[in-house]
């Protein structure tokens, strides 16, 4: 095992690359950064939900519940505390009555089963009452900068009420029922940094705790698991009183957080472009260092064996109706039959067995398949790669700046080696580009419209692009390349937002998505996949194609498993 | 009356009022940029920059642009932008690392232009100073502070304007704060100009919000 360097922990991210020797194997981004791609990730040890749980139990975190007032039928508040070397938190939880027909998976609803709020430390009764008047009401609520994320979310109507009749009755839900489903709550929107009034980013980007990335709302969404599961029992002993029993531990684990994903993360990824080059740099570094190890042990073998089965039985479970994914479901299903026999027919005590494991997947496997291995790849490796989470978080405000003296001739060179697949594409053709994205004027959702066949264009969102580089190619090709950019940008100003970005892109090679982002084609559930696969979901279900339903912190474990109990 | 609002909302809704009053991407979130700047120090950063924007709202951006950048800059019109200056100035910005003295005017609402040099202040790790009248405000990576007559900090126009690098030790910085207590109206004035760039909902539209199916499962 090559241990990370001392240099890299003592440094941060100053060092990304300790092992020089990775370079060579990094992956480029005209081959990482495309939606097909993208659209293929799995988690990985790297994802923000693993992470969160690798600290919380590194630095002995506490676990309590301080406050459960909910009534016989389940409805009323909870509030779940965890408190770490230096700072608490806490999930505020309440429970609702919700008609059927008002529960609905689609942003704009406007009642659901449960709400909640992060709050930065512990809450006080006054702080709760303030919130049980607000939070319920969602975006048209007011929270303040003691709560660091919003959040909702409806229960899944069938398993809920299935492991009720069943642990009142005495007896344990049905597992192949409970594992078909995955989970009791799906959340439908997990708001954060600053939004409806909660704290700005910038409270909590100096805390190592939740500076990386959205670590405040992973940690939201795993104490609303464990909320779901006391709820049920709650209401299974409501009913069944004595009689009633709790869930087997081994079953609770395969209990997750749903998660019903719309158009509302797709655009985030394209307007922090720097944020999105350091996960992906951190990433492909990871790979790059294991495929680059000259040799595997039998214990990093026999892990990784582990896990690879593992993975079979989640792909197993993994159930979608979408023709897509239903289709990447079967080719994965049989990718994992190819890595099972490669692994035990071929060694893996050869010289560099990962780097050549991984050549003879992008031979035999689809995309999924090998995004799939490279995920597996990384679990032996946790002390060479867990530190590169570190760099995943992004100093924006650097890259925003334009450097005008840069000259035109330079910009261009730019645009003609990294944005070849924007140029290349003719936008007079209708198909390339039949989409455009706006914001709805409807609880200001980011939407996806056909730009022939709606009206909406005039509102467009600046997510076009390969269009705009398009532009902004054909407008300086009539300049004279030996002036400051800034010289062109004085009279055309129109282009800044796009300067900016190719000057990113210099030094952010992965923050752009090499594909046309309002093509006929384009399907949003891509950057969709690839964002919550940072996150670490699983069992991405495809609703539309602009739709997805997730499964997140399945087989993790509970706070009161992971984390000791405070006083 | 006043309302708290954080940075965060400050710096988006900006960009969106910027853009509605027909700024481009670019210089729309270089606006939300500077009001949040501005507004991270307690100065009424938005209250400003909504009295600009409505002032150039369907006006024809070509009169505001500078016409010269070489000697005192100065507009094709009456006054110079501070948000076209500004980002014009802050693309120019290395040149006062090497002693450049920038000079402009007459200038609308010269605090905005100061905000805008200061982000590339931050961005050079140095001090910029803008001053005009009876003001000087220098900007660096995390303050600002402001010397002179604060009656004439927040002028809506100004004849001349000064912007250099200031080396030496940085000076006292106004306090900083991470959620602003904000005028009302002028909120609500912002929020009406952000609204303009969102698209009325519709039948299509609405279908294509979720997959329309049941949650009932």
Known sequence: MIKASKSEKQTGCAHLNPMPEAAAYRRSPAVVMRLARMGSFHQTRLSFM?????????????????????????????????????????????????????????????????????????????????????????????????????????????????????????????????????????????????????????????????????????????????????????????????????????LRRRIGVGNSTGLGMAPFL????TLLNNWMVAREEAFARVRSLAAASESEVKDFKQHLEKARVKVSEWHSEHPIQIGKLHQL????????????TKSLSGNHPWDVFYRWAEQELSMEG?????????????????????????????????????SIGKILEIIENQYDW??????????????????????????????????????????????????????????????PIADF?????????????????????????????IAADMLPIDLLRCKLSFFGASKFDPRSDRWVRICMYQDAPFP??????AK | MKQKHTLSEIESYVRKAAQATGLGWGLAEEAGKAARWLAAFDLPGVEIMLAHLQQLNGKDYGEYTPARVDDVWHAQGAYLCPLITGAALADRSGQMLTGTEFRLGPV????????????????????FTTSWAGVSISCYENGISIEGNSDDLLVAEVESVKCLQTKGTRPQSLPSTLACDIDSDAWLAIDKLAFKTYAPATAESRAGAGAGLTDND
Request: with cysteine; glycine share 6%; aromatic share 8%.
């Open chain 1, 489 to 517: 940008l004085l009279t055309n100003s129109q282009h800044r937002h796009t300067v900016r970005r190719v000057q990113t892109l210099l030094s952010h090679p992965y923050s752009e998505v090499r594909d046309n982002l």
């Open chain 1, 270 to 273: 394209i307007n922090h472009p």
């Open chain 1, 50 to 250: 693993r992470s969160l749980l690798r600290r919380l139990k590194k630095e002995q975190w506490q676990f309590k519940r301080p406050v459960w007032e909910i009534d016989h039928d389940g409805y009323g508040r909870a509030v779940y505390t965890v408190i770490g070397p230096q700072r608490s938190y806490s999930l505020v939880a309440f429970s609702h009555h919700l008609d059927d027909q008002m529960r609905s998976d689609r942003v704009i609803a406007t009642a659901w089963d449960a709400t909640f709020a992060l709050f930065d430390g512990v809450p006080t009764t006054a702080d709760l009452d303030r919130l049980q008047d607000n939070v319920p009401k969602q975006e048209v609520g007011r929270i303040s900068d003691s709560e660091l994320s919003l959040s909702r979310a409806n229960r899944s109507v069938r398993l809920w009420k299935h492991v009720i009749d069943n642990l009142a009755a005495g007896q344990q839900p049905d597992r192949q029922q409970l594992e078909s489903v995955g989970y009791l709550v799906r959340t439908t929107a997990v708001y954060g940094s600053g939004k409806f009034g909660a704290a700005d980013r910038l409270t909590i980007s100096d805390r190592a705790e939740l500076s990386g990335p959205f670590q405040a709302e992973m940690l939201s969404v795993w104490l609303t698991r464990a909320f779901s599961i006391d709820l049920v029992e709650h209401i299974a002993k409501s009913i069944g009183g004595t009689k009633a029993v709790v869930i087997d531990p081994d």
């Open chain 1, 560 to 565: 009161h498993e992971l984390l000791a109990t």
């Open chain 1, 422 to 483: 924007a140029i290349a594409v003719d936008y007079q053709q209708k198909e390339n580009r039949a989409r455009f994205w706006y914001t709805s004027a409807e609880k200001l959702e980011p939407r996806v419209g056909e730009r022939f066949d709606e009206t909406g264009a005039e509102y467009e969102q600046p997510l076009c692009i390969g269009f705009f580089i398009r532009q902004l190619y054909e407008a300086l090709l009539e300049s004279d390349r030996d002036l």
């Open chain 1, 333 to 344: 299903g049989s990718d994992l039959e190819k890595i099972v026999s490669y692994v035990e």
């Open chain 2, 108 to 127: 609308s609402y010269p605090i905005l232009l100061a905000a805008m040099i200061g982000q590339a202040a931050r961005y050079h790790r140095t001090i």
């Open chain 1, 370 to 406: 090998q995004e799939q291995l490279l995920s597996l790849m990384l679990e032996p490796y946790g002390e060479l790669v867990d530190g590169l989470t570190q760099c995943m978080d992004a100093d924006e405000h650097r890259s925003f700046f334009i450097d005008g003296s840069m």
